[in-house]
Antibody
């Protein structure tokens, strides 16, 4: 059974830092693109960042570029999100998500497994 | 960035009704379109991928159609457990943008 479990959320002051972790199990982590998606309270979903299987490529939404860093440790089956210079608008539930070709021969990818999420609150 | 626009923003329907939700992309994305269902307090769940394919475990009353820029999610016979918010999402390019969501309520 595929499981993704986030940790590291909490209350942080504006300008502060936080590191989110995601523990993955039940699939071959090292062969999967991984993604962070967030959802501000009462709002919709926003893709934040993703990382290639071997960590050689990373992509970010413009609003977090230069402040957030996605990384992974395939030996530990873990995904991370280092968040610096946090702002009130970063307040959200952050989801760890697997990004897969649901059909092996199709180039189309989808977010097929999601963790339960971890809440990050940026407030003084 | 590709903008995804859903309509309606919310709807209320009775059990057994046929329900459709539209999603329009700001540029051609061929079939790189996925749908997700989210219930309150829960993580989203993949409902439809590649515009019209159902992952295993998703009831057959859900279907997806469309290609290019215009897509539709249809629930053929609405069930009480189908309440929640539905999101479309394009996987054609980064950033992987979502629609704003459609909230489905049961009358």
């Amino acid at each position: 059974e595929v499981q993704l479990v986030e940790s590291g959320g909490g209350l942080v002051q504006p300008g502060g830092s936080l590191r989110l972790s995601c523990a993955a199990s039940g699939f071959t982590f090292s062969t999967s693109w991984m993604t962070w998606v967030r959802q501000a309270p009462g709002k919709g979903l926003e893709w934040v960042a993703d990382i290639k299987q071997d960590g050689s490529e990373e992509y970010y939404v413009d609003s977090v570029k230069g402040r957030f860093t996605i990384s992974r440790d395939n030996a530990k089956n873990s995904l991370y999100l280092q968040m610096n210079s946090l702002r009130a608008e970063d307040t959200a539930v952050y989801y760890c998500v697997r990004d897969s070709r649901v059909e092996k021969l199709s180039p189309i990818k989808a977010f097929d497994y999601w963790g339960p999420g971890t809440l990050v609150t940026v407030s003084s | 960035d590709i903008q995804m626009t859903q309509s309606p923003s919310s709807l209320s329907a009775s059990v057994g009704d046929r329900v459709s939700i539209s999603c329009r992309a700001s540029q051609i994305i061929t079939k790189y379109l996925n749908w997700y269902q989210q219930k309150p307090g829960k993580a989203p769940r993949l409902l439809i991928y590649a515009a019209s394919s159902l992952p295993s475990g998703v009831p057959s009353r859900f279907s997806g159609s469309g290609s290019g820029t215009d897509f539709t999610l249809t629930i053929s016979s609405l069930q009480p457990e189908d309440f929640g918010t539905y999101y479309c999402q394009q996987s054609y390019t980064t950033p992987r943008t979502f629609g704003q969501g459609t909230k489905v309520e049961i009358k």
